[in-house]
């Protein structure tokens, strides 16, 4: 892959070498003054014990102004792996430098994290609740409490997920590449993939597109695993947005990298013709021809029963982690790849 080049900040504020009197950032009873750090939370609800469930939220308030970006993790309860992902990009930002301000969740899904459950206890989908209520179902209230608190108060959110059911994904941005600052953010991002996708009813990015937010979501590794590839992909893709919106003057070490990413407009998922255990013959990030051989299930002594070949030319963006399959599971995820983004349109 061919590496890209920092990107180059958005009419980056003016560096003064005399201390701003920014005012203080407000929310969920913090007062986060400029050039620093606060930790906190927002109350959801209480358990049948009694015991308060809030967001954990956590602020870095530069010392200049700039955009508001929201960070968010775990929207889905057992996708941990944006949870690694803030905390690495947290740590490698210094307050007093910063121009603009970071609200980081994450855990929104907070009961399904403790619980170890994609949904919450009703089985609501949270990321499908968006805008949410203040007195509907437990989903709608985090949804709406979440609406009001962090995407009311800032101008672009990066939202991160990893792979479900047993299926991992490569490391990629998913976008209304339509829209040019949008776009712009994404080829910033230095994602091996960007796709476009349409905005999904009750999702966290409809909801906050429809407020005039700019979202990337950002899918990478699996549930409940910590992938070593796509923590660094997106520490390193969360610090080259925010350098190129203009909130960091440079680029810490920690968010040194990227590339230039291709571009996917459609994808789809071969299904499992047959029952039996699944062997694959494809790795994450692989090219396949249309009509090649790209997983064999067999029974438990070994028989052939089917070969599961490609239905057309891609790039392979996920797969499933666990063998056994039914007729008409989902196998491997492939995303037709055109051409990758010239170098000389990446924001320099």
Request: proline fraction near 6%; charged fraction near 25%; charge should be neutral.
């Amino acid at each position: 892959m061919t590496d890209a080049p920092a990107p180059e900040p958005i009419d980056a504020p003016p560096r003064s070498r005399r201390i701003l009197r920014r005012p203080s950032f407000s929310i969920g009873g913090l007062e986060v003054r400029a050039g620093r750090r606060e930790i906190g939370e927002l109350p959801i609800s209480r358990l049948v014990t009694g015991t308060q469930i809030s967001l954990p939220i956590s602020v870095v308030h530069g010392r200049h102004d700039g955009p508001v970006v929201w960070l968010s993790a775990a929207v889905h309860g057992d996708e941990i792996g944006g949870v690694e992902i803030i905390r690495r990009t947290l740590a490698a930002i210094e307050p007093s430098t910063l121009a603009g301000t970071i609200v980081a969740v994450p855990i929104v899904n907070v009961h399904g994290f403790l619980n170890g459950d994609r949904y919450l206890p009703d089985r609501r989908d949270l990321n499908r609740s968006f805008p949410g209520s203040p007195t509907g179902s437990l989903a709608a209230r985090i949804a709406h409490l979440f609406m009001t608190e962090i995407v009311s108060r800032s101008d672009v959110g990066i939202d991160l997920h990893t792979g479900s059911d047993h299926r991992t994904n490569l490391p990629h941005i998913r976008a209304d590449l339509d829209d040019a600052q949008t776009r712009d953010l994404a080829i910033a991002f230095g994602a091996p993939l960007m796709m476009h996708a349409r905005l999904r009813d009750g999702s966290l990015r409809e909801a906050a597109t429809a407020t005039g937010s700019t979202v990337l979501l950002y899918e990478g590794g699996e549930a409940w695993r910590f992938d070593k590839q796509a923590i660094e992909v997106g520490v390193t893709g969360i610090g080259r947005v925010l350098r190129r919106l203009g909130l960091l003057s440079s680029l810490p070490d920690e968010f040194v990298g990227g590339v230039v990413p291709a571009e996917s407009r459609s994808s789809g998922w071969v299904r499992a013709r047959r029952s039996g255990i699944a062997l694959l013959d494809v790795e994450l990030g692989d090219h396949v021809e249309r009509g090649q051989t790209i997983a064999t299930i067999r029974d438990s002594v070994g028989r052939r029963l089917s070969s599961a070949r490609a239905p057309r030319s891609g790039t392979v963006i996920g797969h499933i982690q666990q063998p056994l399959v039914n007729q008409g599971d989902a196998l491997i995820h492939i995303a037709d790849v055109g051409r990758r983004i010239p170098e000389a349109t990446n924001p320099e």
